[in-house]
């Protein structure tokens, strides 16, 4: 049987890279031939359909068809290059609807993820990116020799506005940052608004709110978009410089909207639900994918993994995310990464090596669970990445008692 999609087969055809969006897919088929599918794959995710159709349908297709230019049965790769005119300038939502649309529901998929986009220069530069970076970053706090070093405050549900504020004390007593917890909002027992009075309030009497010395808290305005501009505009009048997003579960259109209010703070963006998308190496899309899309919508501090703890994602795959975001894109801000998930201070030296100093390492429990409490926690987490950064083993650092503990307790000897 012929292919209906041989036309849509441009394999090793020079394309033009400044006009066409290039996504890599990984594609496996039943029932049809490899090629078929991988046509069928870039005709409808660009103008084909299933029949013919009218409407100088030759004309159009010409200008907007994409082209599948790689092709690899073996390893089930397939490169589709998709003309700019496409899409709409700046506009996420309409572009993944496009590119990850109706392809993944085709009922002779039996293995479908997006592995990378590359996108050229004039994409890149419809969106204005990240508020701060990392340099941003660094200059609010002051930091600029070491990873940022942060906690989510636990238990992550059930405290008061006002002991949140408290824990949040603890933590700024030796780090850097605190950030709301994923599904923290405004609940019965921490009303979002007393929090951010609370929080805030208590930062301005410490002087954690001065440029150059400020300590973060990330506060999550995530909900429905009138709500989310209402609480960024309360958290920006009361002088909060860091507002938190949950990117997948908000939306990117959520994301951009946030940025594109010209708050000026910090855009801190947690995955949650990423792993709905990305976990499968056969049906999804991957992680890289993700972080690109956060950081043109204007993520300053992204969650990207740890390699340790309990989270999956293995070091060739979180280094090549959090190279990227720390990379040069067209002039867009860098993204500063954060590794977070089931760490505790003995996983600093592991967490330095691998993943680097433009970082911030972000601990729940392996603060809040120390023997002593968040005070000591915190003071363990600084003595141990003081420690990484010097190369000493942590059992062999002086004058370090709170690491000692959080050492015996995570990591006994013997």
């Avoid at 993820?113 to 890149?124: A, K, Y």
């Avoid at 987490?381 to 004058?399: E, G, I, P, S």
Wanted: aromatic share 8%.
């Amino acid at each position: 049987m012929a292919n209906p999609y041989n036309h849509y087969l441009s394999v090793n055809e020079a394309v033009d890279k400044t006009k066409h969006i290039f996504v890599t897919f990984t594609l496996g088929v039943t029932g049809e031939a490899f090629d078929r599918t991988a046509g069928g794959v870039a005709a409808e995710s660009s103008v084909g359909t299933w029949t013919d159709v009218g409407l100088e349908e030759k004309k159009i297709w010409d200008r907007l068809h994409a082209k599948v230019v790689e092709m690899d049965e073996k390893n089930g790769k397939v490169v589709v290059a998709y003309p700019l005119d496409l899409f709409e300038a700046g506009n996420i939502s309409q572009f993944l609807s496009s590119i990850a649309g109706n392809i993944f529901g085709l009922k002779e998929i039996t293995k479908l993820r997006i592995e990378d986009i590359e996108f050229p220069e004039v994409f890149v530069n419809a969106f204005p990116g990240p508020a701060l970076g990392i340099d941003g970053i660094r200059k609010l706090t002051g930091i600029t020799d070491r990873p940022l070093l942060g906690s989510i405050i636990k238990p992550k549900l059930g405290l008061t506005s006002a002991q949140h504020a408290e824990a949040s004390m603890n933590v700024y007593s030796s780090l850097d940052l605190v950030k709301d917890d994923e599904n923290l909002a405004s609940m019965t027992f921490d009303n979002f608004y007393t929090r951010v009075d609370e929080v805030t309030s208590r930062m301005k009497e410490k002087g954690y709110l001065d440029i150059g010395q400020a300590k973060i808290h990330a506060f999550n305005i995530s909900a429905p978009y009138d709500e989310m501009l209402k609480r960024g505009n309360y958290a920006f009048d009361h002088n909060a410089n860091c507002l938190m997003l949950d990117i997948l579960t908000v939306g990117f259109s959520g994301v951009q909207g946030i940025r594109n209010r010209r708050f000026g703070l910090m855009l801190h963006g947690h995955r949650a639900m990423h792993a709905a998308f990305t976990r499968s190496r056969e049906f999804g899309i991957s992680m890289l994918v993700i972080a690109k899309l956060s950081r043109l919508a204007g993520i300053d501090s992204l969650h990207t993994g740890t390699v340790v703890g309990k989270m999956e994602g293995g070091k060739e795959e979180v280094v090549a995310i959090n190279e990227f975001l720390r990379s040069e894109w067209y002039g867009l801000k860098t993204t500063l990464p954060v590794a977070s998930g089931g760490l505790h201070p003995g996983m600093i030296p592991d967490l330095y090596k691998y993943l680097g100093r433009d970082l911030l390492m972000n601990f729940g429990g392996g603060i809040h669970g120390h023997p002593d409490g968040t005070v000591a926690g915190a003071k363990a987490v600084l003595q141990a990445t003081r420690a990484a950064m010097a190369k000493t083993k942590l059992r062999d650092a002086k004058d370090s008692p709170e690491l000692q503990k959080a050492l015996d307790k995570w990591m006994p000897k013997g």
